[in-house]
Every structure is written in C-alpha cells, then in structure tokens.
C-alpha cells in the first residue's frame, strides 16, 4: 500500500464530489424555491461527477484500503446514488415533481458520506479497510 497514492485518490475522489455537491445545491434551490424540477443537464452532470467519485473511491478500497471513514462514505454516496437514480427514473423522466422528502434524504446520506470522506482526507479516518 502507498499512502501517499491512497491520499490522492481520495483526494480527487473529494473534488469530484464537490463539484457535484455544488450541483446538487442548485439542483436543490431550483427544486425547492421554484417548485420545480431542474434540467436534465445539470442532473446529468452532477450523477457523472458524483459517479466518477464513487468509482474512483471503490477504486482506492480495492487497490490500496482505504480509512474506514472512508469506506462508510463510500457506502452512504451508494446510498446516495441510489436516491438519485430513484429521483431521475422515477420522477424526473416521468416528468413529476421531485419529491421533497426524497430529495433530502438523498442530500442528507450525500453530506453525510461528503463529511466522513473529508475527515479521512484530513487525515482522521481511522484504521485503513480493505485492499
């Protein structure tokens, strides 16, 4: 195992989700202030941001460990993705609104997974998992 490599990765895997976080708000602000869904485009960018993340977290786990708060981030961004696959297919396309407490909760598991990861990148994640 190379920590200096397992940092990198999960390092980017934090900018990616950032970007994608940034997203998600304005996702959310449109939601919530216009009562309305956002566009495609931006839900489209802000899933392969957040995919990318978790691809590359699943990546680190797999090829080097990664801290264990890392890990229970990587399983709260699935849980994430999943809401959001939820929100996309079964709203979304359907052209219904997006449900309030399904947005949230899809937010709250992403934030959630966002803090835990940005402690392991700080360097407080405790005993490394996997690899």
Do not use: C, Q
């Not at 940092?7 to 304005?26: K, Y």
């Not at 801290?67 to 396309?93: C, D, E, I, N, R």
């Not at 052209?95 to 947005?103: E, F, Y």
Request: charged content about 5%; hydrophobic content about 60%; aromatic content about 8%.
């Amino acid at each position: 195992m190379n920590p200096d490599e397992m940092m990198r990765v999960m390092r980017v895997a934090a900018m990616l989700f950032t970007l994608a976080a940034l997203g998600g708000l304005g996702m959310a602000g449109i939601r919530f202030m216009g009562h309305r869904n956002p566009p495609a485009w931006i839900a489209m960018v802000h899933g392969l941001l957040a995919a990318a993340g978790v691809t590359l977290l699943a990546y680190g786990w797999y090829a080097f460990g990664i801290p264990a708060s890392a890990l229970l981030a990587l399983l709260l961004f699935l849980l994430a993705a999943a809401g959001g696959a939820v929100l996309s297919l079964g709203y979304k396309w359907k052209h219904r609104l997006l449900p309030a407490g399904l947005v949230v909760g899809h937010a709250v598991a992403a934030v959630a997974g966002y803090v835990l990861l940005l402690v392991a990148v700080s360097g407080g994640g405790g005993a490394v998992a996997g690899g």
